[in-house]
């Protein structure tokens, strides 16, 4: 099953990258949600399966 990790800005949807496995996934959203937030202005991440349901999800505000 493919899983995709979501980054969202604040204008919506910012990228999306693909991953085989949910393990690869959720640790490379949670490794680099804090860079990605300071660098890109990201205001969340989402891990989905390929059939749309979210199996990991981050925020953080201001």
Do not use: C
Request: proline share 2%; charged share 25%.
């Amino acid at each position: 099953m493919a899983y995709t990790v979501i980054w969202y800005g604040r204008q919506g949807i910012a990228e999306k990258t693909p991953f085989d496995t949910e393990k690869a996934a959720r640790d490379h959203a949670q490794a680099t949600f804090l860079a990605r937030k300071q660098g890109d202005g990201i205001v969340a991440v989402e891990v989905r399966k390929d059939d749309g349901t979210v199996v990991f999800s981050q925020a953080g505000g201001n």
